[in-house]
């Protein structure tokens, strides 16, 4: 991340980044959101369900659920545990309170440790 720049979203990704716990893939909980992981949330207020893989920005597509590490909400979501929520602000100016209900797919639970 040194070489990329101070963009702002970069900025909040090194700031998770710097509080991370390195561990080996295989000694990875089944139950943390990780990079291409395809996860299940749920909006609080609303109760409105949604699927999302957390992927590397060149694969985002919003449309499609695949959300890049780079979004606030992308960064916001890796690390987290099955049950934790995160306030999520809106560019309407609203917050959203978003929940991990499952997590589908995680790479490191499936051995598929090349993606």
Do not use: C
């Not at 702002?8 to 980044?17: G, K, N």
């Not at 960064?75 to 959203?96: C, Q, Y």
């Amino acid at each position: 991340l040194e070489k990329i720049g101070s963009r702002p979203e970069l900025e909040q990704l090194r700031e998770e980044l710097d509080r991370a716990e390195l561990i080996e893939p295989s000694e990875m909980p089944h139950d943390i959101v990780t990079m291409n992981s395809r996860i299940r949330i749920v909006d609080e207020a609303s109760g409105e369900q949604s699927e999302i893989s957390l992927v590397f920005p060149r694969h985002a597509d919003a449309e499609q659920g695949r959300i890049s590490i780079l979004a606030p909400v992308g960064t916001a979501l890796l690390g987290l545990a099955v049950g934790a929520t995160i306030e999520w602000p809106v560019p309407d100016g609203r917050t959203r309170r978003l929940r991990v209900v499952a997590i589908e797919y995680q790479p490191e639970a499936a051995g598929d440790t090349h993606l």
